[in-house]
């Protein structure tokens, strides 16, 4: 099975680009989330079936089960769609906003243990709001279709700004389930995401006190700290860049040592199409390989959001490349090791202080020191992510704050 940065990196990029559109109103939600594949090349014939069993533990030991509000919002079939508490599809309609201006679709805990759901074939998010409940609104989109509004947390206008809540990201359908934890966005509530299936894997589940342990680490970062919205969520740094609340040149120092590094030495980058050979000429990073390419220099929203001139086309040879680049400048890996991908953990985020101390606090905080702190996470495995071509459940929990 080839490294996840190998494959296809297209669904990456998807709900990225509506988390960028969101900071100025929420998301409406079109297509599947980013780290999540459709199908895996890896299959080997075994095909999931029918719907899948999904238990929603709360061991917040913080909150009751009648304070914990569900949501399965997503897409089915290319039309958005939400789950019902009875298992359901149903789509999403504007005659489900309320007088209120916006849809109830929450789905409430059993009083008390854990609580049985059930997840048809679809791609999506499951939301879990705490306290209060979230506010989604159905709108129409560009071709007059119902869609949804998805909760922007880190937009102060969002009317779920003051809401605590988190979600997992998944795709379900006859090849599979593949599904992660995602702090892309945002972190805000500890949550694991579970599969039996072929074997049990757990993935997600933040050390003893890891949650104010990421609070503290980002606050302690004089530029990040802007960034901690009390002790309700922090916001991705590239979020904070375009709310004003991180400095939008960030990187450019280090962008421009990687620029002059490589003016005199080579970048080699191994994907599974084969070694690209990259070196600086004019002003882009031009690589040779089994195909060409090239790159201009990114600004530091590009590297935050892994987009721009670090964007990753489904063509097989310039994503891989972005995507191994992507981690490259996030880890601060680029300058130190001009073989990439890294593979060493402890090689990651030491450029001090140009690193991502987001994703740097957000992968300490957890058991197996994975996590989803950027788009290009999953380069060399270091995803909050779990796949399986045959599974029998899945197990949603939040875990102690």
Request: hydrophobic residues 40%; charged residues 15%; negative net charge.
């Amino acid at each position: 099975m080839p490294p996840r940065h190998q494959r296809d990196v297209s669904r990456r990029k998807l709900l990225t680009a509506l988390a960028g559109a969101a900071v100025a109103a929420p998301a409406i939600a079109v297509i599947a989330p980013h780290a999540l594949a459709t199908s895996d090349p890896d299959d080997s014939g075994t095909k999931a079936g029918g719907a899948l069993p999904l238990t929603i533990v709360n061991n917040s030991g913080s909150f009751a089960n009648s304070s914990v509000h569900v949501y399965i919002v997503g897409n089915q079939d290319g039309k958005q769609v939400r789950v019902t508490p009875e298992g359901t599809v149903a789509p999403i309609s504007l005659s489900d906003n309320g007088a209120d201006g916006y849809t109830d679709y929450a789905i409430s805990l059993s009083g008390s243990g854990e609580t049985k759901l059930s997840l048809p074939y679809m791609s999506g998010r499951i939301y879990v709001a705490l306290g209060d409940k979230l506010k989604f609104k159905a709108v129409a989109d560009g071709d007059g279709n119902a869609a949804l509004q998805y909760p922007a947390g880190w937009v102060t206008s969002d009317p779920n700004y003051a809401v605590l809540h988190d979600c997992a990201e998944f795709t379900y359908n006859s090849s599979g389930m593949y599904c992660n934890t995602t702090m892309v966005d945002m972190f805000s509530v500890p949550l694991s995401i579970g599969l039996t299936g072929s074997k049990d894997q757990t993935v997600g589940t933040l050390r003893d006190g890891g949650r104010a342990q990421a609070f503290a680490a980002v606050a302690g970062i004089p530029e990040f700290a802007p960034l901690v919205v009390e002790d309700r969520r922090i916001i991705a740094p590239g979020h904070g860049l375009d709310a004003g609340i991180f400095d939008k040149d960030y990187f450019a120092p280090y962008i421009d040592e990687v620029w002059s590094t490589y003016t005199g030495k080579d970048l080699t980058v191994t994907t599974n199409a084969g070694v690209f050979t990259g070196r600086i000429r004019g002003e882009k990073f031009v690589f040779d390989g089994p195909a060409p390419v090239s790159f201009s220099k990114p600004t530091t929203r590009d590297v935050l959001f892994c987009d721009g001139n670090l964007a990753a086309p489904n063509d097989g040879t310039t994503g891989p490349v972005a995507a191994v680049l992507g981690a490259g400048f996030n880890r601060s890996t680029l300058i130190s090791a001009p073989a990439q991908p890294t593979t060493d953990p402890e090689a990651f985020y030491r450029s001090s202080p140009l690193t991502n101390h987001y994703a740097k606090a957000i992968h300490a905080a957890t058991v197996d020191g994975k996590a989803y702190g950027f788009a290009f996470d999953d380069v060399a495995d270091f995803a909050s992510y779990i796949q399986d071509t045959a599974p029998t459940g899945a197990r949603l929990t939040l875990t102690p704050f």
